[in-house]
């Protein structure tokens, strides 16, 4: 089993940036691809961005390419999700998650293990 924990979510206005913390423990994280997805009120959930095992490779989705890093210690089990330019459409709960997949993936369906989500609001 893994456990995943997101930490650092919060309220930041229009423009401001917040840092997502993402611990996963349990079994060898360090082997797995990590994830980042949203879910804002009523809409679907939607893939933010991913890394591969050893955090050489990250992927993002468009809406969040160019304001969005992800990046991971594996000597910690953190992922990082640094959030730039924000703006009120970035309100969402964030979801980090592990997949067995070493690759990363943007399918949701890939990932064994979720966190709880943690809240970010942007206000305008």
């Known amino acids: 089993q893994v456990q995943v924990v997101e930490s650092g979510g919060g309220m930041v206005q229009a423009g401001g940036s917040l840092r997502l913390s993402c611990v996963a423990s349990g079994r060898t994280v360090s082997s797995y691809g990590m994830g980042w997805f949203r879910q804002a009120s009523g809409l679907e959930r939607e893939f933010v961005g991913g890394i591969n095992w050893s955090g050489g490779t990250t992927f993002y989705g468009d809406s969040v390419k160019g304001r969005f890093t992800m990046s991971r210690d594996n000597a910690k089990n953190t992922v990082f999700l640094q959030m730039n330019n924000l703006t009120p459409e970035d309100t969402a709960v964030y979801y980090c998650?592990?997949?067995?997949?070493?690759?990363?993936?943007?399918?949701?369906?890939?990932?064994?293990?979720w966190g709880q989500g943690t809240q970010v609001t942007v206000s305008s």
């Open positions: 998650a592990a997949t067995g997949l070493g690759s990363g993936t943007n399918q949701p369906q890939e990932y064994e293990y």
